[in-house]
Each structure stands twice: as structure tokens, then as C-alpha cells.
């Protein structure tokens, strides 16, 4: 094994790579656009010698992007069993964020350690996908190798829950050893070694429609009743479980009552049984009364993940490597928020996730990540795509 310190990774190249990446905008909901970064993407994995899989999209998300890398045991063995790295290629942000005078357009600001540099979905994932392609890109050109095989594999639907390729990712999973997980690094430098349980919900409240002007007393409203519905869905929020409404939808004309109403809930705890209790309280709701409808649906789920032995043992040889190439410590520590991660760790299969740059503004117009930290954050990937074994 190389050391880490000796591949010939640069911050600039590093950075002009990321702001093509960022530059292509790919919101979830628009599969188009998604399906114009798996083509990005796809064409660097091509360059740097992986043979690429494309995955069509389903559910009227994108496509997804299977890359597997050449490997010298068994034959090319690229189907042994080895490390899968994983992404999402998804963000937040609408198209016409970033470009050329978007309110997050590409910038830099600052110098030395406190530069930034900010762009659509540049922390929130692609900063972390990027580093991981150079981290490979420069074992590759340093003509060392990973003890196991290498699978690159990146999906268009995390930010709204993996409906999509949940199955995909827990199929590619089982067939691997590892899954490491470039989601941005926590404020303080550290990984992700467990995530808390997430549900959400899909919420309708159906009322009578009048005239809001002529005839106000004769319906009922739908917006009304999911306003009572929201307050009664954020009260469920306690310590050890949190509910919170983050998408409404309703009505077409101001001079009309609304009949229907839509939202979208979300609900997390650190541990499954306080999840499930809030699920049943979530699912137990019923209308305000006999003139309107109100009904609740359960949507995405991501389980628990725990760290167990396997993990700790995966964090600690990270931390080694991680003080080797300057990082210094690596705190590991559980995390909300979701990620795929849930769905590999709660397989048992040996998953780190946080390993990504260091950044911050995280679904924001304020998104960015920390200049200096991308070349150390490819290092510690680079170390343990070539340290981990079978």
C-alpha cells in the first residue's frame, strides 16, 4: 500500500472538477436534469477506466450510475465481493440556483484555511462524490492498488427518501464487504457510524367547496383543517422523537374554498421503538369533524442504523489514516438527518458514513464547503479504498 500522503492530489484540479459537477444542477424532482449529471459522471468514470452501468430511473426519478473498476485478483474479479462507494447525485436546489447568476452561483471567498467556496449541492453530496472519484483517480495514476474491488455506485433520489432505489442499493450492498458513504463530514471533522430512524408521511384533508365570497358558510375548508391538523402533528414532537411539517399545498382560487389540501410530515428518533410509537400516534389521526376528511399515509421509511463491533473497528482504522494524512482525530458519532447508510448498516453490513468535505449551509442558499479540506478528505478515502481487505 501507497502511503496516502505520496498520490499526487491537487486542491485547484480537485476544485475545477467539483464546480463542473456543481454547475450541472440536478434537482430530485426534475429526472432530466439528475440524468444530465449521471451523464457527467459517467463520462469521468469512463476516462478513468470503469466499466459503467446505467441504471434506468423508475418512479419518475433519474437514472442511476453503476461504475466498477478493474481489479488484478481473480482474474479482473471486479464481481468479488469488495468495497462499494456510494452517492447521490440529487440536490435540493431548483435549476436556475446555481448558473451564471443564480443566487448560489459558483463563488469562492476568503483565503487559506477559512476559504469557501459555494454552489448548489457542492456539500450536500457532490462535494464528497467528487473527492471520492479524485481519491481513486490518483491511486489509479500512482499505479497502486486496493486490496478489494472498487464499485462506484451513484442514485437520484436520496434527498426525498431513496423511494426509488432502495431496493437497488440493499441488492448492491449484499454482494459488498464495505460501504463507504462521502455525505459531508460533521462540524467537527468527524464520520457517521449510525443514523436515526426516519418516517414520513403523506398527509390529504378533504373539505366542501362554495364560493368564499357569495357563499363562505357553506364550505368547508381543506386548508383550515390540515392548519389544525399541522399544529396537532408538531405538538407530537418530544425528546425522544420529532415530527415536523415541511411541504402544503392547497387550493387554486382565492374566491373559492379549498376542497382539498395535501402535505408531506417527517418524523425521527434516535432509537426504532420511539419511532414506532410516534408512527402509530402519526397514523392515528383522524378528521377535526363530520364535514371534512383527513387521512394520514406512510411513505419513506429509513430503519435505525447502530454501530456494532464491525463498524468501530472500520471507524478506527479511518481514524488511523485520518492522523496520518493531518486530519488528527476523527470523532465518530450517530446522526439524524438520514442517508442510504440506514439501509446498509441496518443490513449489519460494515458501513462508515460522513466521510465527504467539510462545509456547511446544507440545503440553503448558504451552501458550501471548506477549500482545505477537500485534499485531506480525499486522502483519508484514498487510504481506506487501499488499506481495507477481506
Known sequence: MIDPNQLS???????????????????????????????????DLAVMGARIERIPGRMGFGDCVRARFPHPSLGGGEDRPGILLMSHLD??????????????????????????????????????????????????????????PVTVLFTPDEEVGSPSTRDLIEAE????????????????????????????????????????GARLAEGRSAIREMAGQILAIEALSGEDATTSVGVIQG???????????????????????DLDVLVDRMLALRPSGNDVQFSV???????????DAAVRALHA?????????????????????GSDGNFTGAMGIPTLDGL??????IHTLEEHVMVASLVPRAKLIAGLLMSLEG
Open 251 to 273: 387550493g387554486q382560487w382565492v374566491n373559492c374554498v379549498p376542497t382539498v389540501c395535501r402535505a408531506e410530515s417527517l418524523s425521527m428518533a434516535k432509537r426504532q421503538e
Open 91 to 148: 440536490t435540493v436546489h431548483p435549476v436556475g440556483t446555481g448558473g451564471a447568476s443564480g443566487p448560489l452561483a459558483f463563488r469562492r471567498e476568503g483565503s487559506g484555511a477559512a476559504e469557501r467556496a459555494y454552489g448548489p449541492g457542492i456539500c450536500d453530496m457532490k462535494g464528497g462524490a467528487y473527492v471520492s472519484l479524485a481519491a481513486i483517480r490518483a491511486i489509479l495514476a500512482a499505479g497502486a492498488a486496493t486490496k478489494l
Open 173 to 212: 450492498a449484499a454482494r459488498h464487504k464495505v460501504v463507504l458513504i462521502p455525505e459531508p463530514a460533521r462540524t467537527d471533522g468527524g464520520v457517521v457510524w449510525g443514523r436515526y430512524a426516519i418516517a414520513r408521511f403523506a398527509l390529504e384533508a378533504i373539505g366542501r367547496p362554495s364560493h368564499a
Open 297 to 307: 399515509r406512510r411513505t419513506v421509511t429509513r430503519p435505525v442504523w447502530e454501530p
Open 317 to 337: 482504522q479511518a481514524e488511523a489514516i485520518a492522523r496520518n494524512v493531518g486530519i488528527g482525530a476523527l470523532p465518530a458519532s450517530s446522526a439524524g438527518g
Open 9 to 43: 492530489l491537487d486542491t485547484e484540479t480537485i476544485l475545477a472538477g467539483l464546480r463542473g459537477w456543481v454547475e450541472v444542477e440536478s434537482p430530485t424532482f426534475d429526472a432530466a436534469a439528475v440524468n444530465r449529471m449521471m451523464d457527467t459522471a459517467s463520462r
Open 356 to 361: 465527504g468535505v467539510m462545509g456547511g449551509g
